[in-house]
């Protein structure tokens, strides 16, 4: 089994819909993020935690929300998709204490916004 | 944020040794220098990661100049597994700790 798994792997949803990406880790690592990638670029931070009690924005967090429920578990969600979130986002966890925060990263979820 | 350059693409042959290089002429002294790739349909995965002196893993060397403003990953024998996007990635351990993505290098490699 995979040690960061998010779900659902694809999704297609219509513009104004809402929607909600999960993660979940078994690694027992405190932080979590979120990233989107569009075609040919990098990926880019959109929220980040550190532990279940913070929540921190990141450079595109705008028309997202983020929810720790618990220390294994980060969702992402679109309160009300439009067609420039279709991307893939990934989930990642790192350790701070353990590899200098060497981040592991999920296998991605496909959003399309009709 | 540091910035770093790498070149958009590269190829390489089958069993052959390929240098990636980054440019990071704006490191500073508490930046660590990472690499990550990403396989086609996967997420990134950690390669490997350096301060100053050259390291070795099972994945892959990286070459540090000695004024750190540049950096090569070395991949000593690539496979066609190793096709993948390359990124050079500037981490400082003082502050954020947050991995800034750029573009990457594209490494093709040819049977």
């Known amino acids: 089994d995979a040690d960061v798994t998010q779900t659902p792997r694809n999704r297609i949803t219509k513009t104004g819909k809402r929607i909600m990406l999960e993660c979940s880790q078994t690694?027992?690592?405190?932080?979590m993020y979120w990233y989107r990638q569009d075609p040919g670029l990098g990926l880019r931070l959109i929220y980040y935690s550190f532990d279940v009690k913070d929540i921190n924005k990141g450079e595109i967090s705008d028309g997202y929300s983020v929810s720790r429920q618990a220390q294994a578990k980060f969702s992402l969600s679109l309160e009300s998709a439009i067609p420039n979130q279709t991307a893939l986002y990934f989930c990642a966890t790192s350790d701070p204490q353990v590899a200098k925060n060497i981040q592991y990263f999920g296998a991605g979820t496909r959003l399309s916004v009709l | 944020d540091a910035k770093t350059t790498q070149p958009n693409s590269m190829e390489s042959n089958e069993e052959e040794p390929v240098h990636l290089p980054c440019n990071h002429s704006t490191i500073s002294g508490t930046d660590y220098i990472h690499w990550y790739r990403q396989l086609p349909s996967q997420g990134p995965e950690y390669v490997i990661h350096g301060l100053t002196s050259n390291v070795n893993n099972r994945m892959a060397s990286l070459a540090i100049a000695e004024d750190r403003k540049s950096s090569t990953l070395i991949l000593h024998r690539a496979t066609l597994r190793d096709a993948a996007v390359y990124y050079c990635i500037l981490t400082d351990w003082g502050g954020s700790e947050k991995l800034v993505f750029g573009k990457g290098t594209k490494l093709t490699v040819n049977p």
């Open positions: 690694k027992g690592h405190d932080r």
